[in-house]
């Protein structure tokens, strides 16, 4: 009888009752005969028994919790001024669309000059911000640019976690 | 199984029902995560994480009985990521494992499973390629079947009969070499 009619594979497939009835009925009248693949399927079986065996922590109890209150932010979260900053977040993506496309190889161009200039450029801009008046008019306009991009910020990292969100699953 | 009605109710968005759902479910869940990246808190991040989805996504999920491949893949998924960010992801080309000679009947007195070689064992288990170590476990720990394993890790079915042989013949030839 030499040779050795099992593949192990199929051992390992029959351990796991993943097999069909005929084949499991061969192998099971191989594995009569054949001392080899008797020890080989033994073995497997041990080391299969190990790993169930195998220690594992028990899941923290507060998780519900922590859960549970996730949820519960999110849905706090998800009020209507909440959604309106999403869209101010695509809102920001569209207006740069708008001025990337027509403008920006102008745009790139005149960012390349700043960069190789920014010595000058910084002191041009020092010095012009020395001579523009501290009027409220332009405190406003300041205030206003800044919201502006803190909100665009803030509207792409809720855009952002939204999508990474769903992401995943299919 | 999970009740359909349960599944039902966590679609409407019952927080009772979701919190029902997750008592039931978590410490499999649990074991999965921990079984992939072998650390406690990445495995409650994971899971914490795969919970949200599990709520935000419900609506997704046609029928009870698929619950438990479309969780196992949800938490399988995000601790591979987990694992990618923590630059421990490991995978190996194919023809590498394929070319593992051992066999199981090879040198029978050299290998045995005591309770103190557990440790080994572990180490072992951690040599293993990530998605290999997630096939062996969602078999051995969490009883999924060749298709549910399929279901998870998007593999055909032949693929998950020989991941997993390959896995034991890996983890067996560990074992065997000792000293790690
Ligand atoms: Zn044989």
Sequence with gaps: ?170 | MIDPSLIEQVKAGNLTAFEKLLQSTQQKGFNIAYGILHDTLDAEDVLQEAYLQVFHNIKKLKTAEAFKSWFGKIITHLSFRRSKEKGRFKTIPLHEITQVETTFSDNPETFMVKQEEKEQLIKALKFLPDEYRAALILREWEDYSYQEISEVLDIPLGTVKSRLFSARKMLFNKLKEGDM
């Design chain 1, 1 to 170: 009888m030499g040779q050795c009619a099992c593949r192990e594979i199929d051992l390992s497939a029959y351990l796991d009752r993943e097999i069909s009835p005929e084949l499991s009925s061969v192998i099971e009248e191989h594995l009569q005969t054949c001392q080899k693949c008797k020890e080989a399927l033994n073995r497997m079986q041990l080391l299969s028994k190990a790993v169930q065996e195998l220690p594992r922590p028990s899941v923290n109890p507060f998780l519900a919790t922590k859960v549970l209150g996730q949820l519960q932010t999110e849905e706090i979260s998800e009020t209507p001024f909440v959604r309106l900053f999403e869209s101010w977040g695509i809102l920001s993506l569209v207006a740069l669309g708008i001025v990337l496309v027509p403008f920006g190889s102008s745009l790139f161009g005149l960012m390349y000059v700043l960069i190789k200039n920014l010595t000058i450029v910084l002191n041009l801009v020092v010095n012009l911000s020395w001579r523009v008046p501290m009027s409220p008019i332009n405190l406003a306009l300041g205030a206003i640019f800044m919201a502006g991009g803190i909100l665009a910020f803030y509207g792409f990292a809720r855009l952002y976690l939204t999508m990474a969100r769903k992401e995943l699953v299919s």
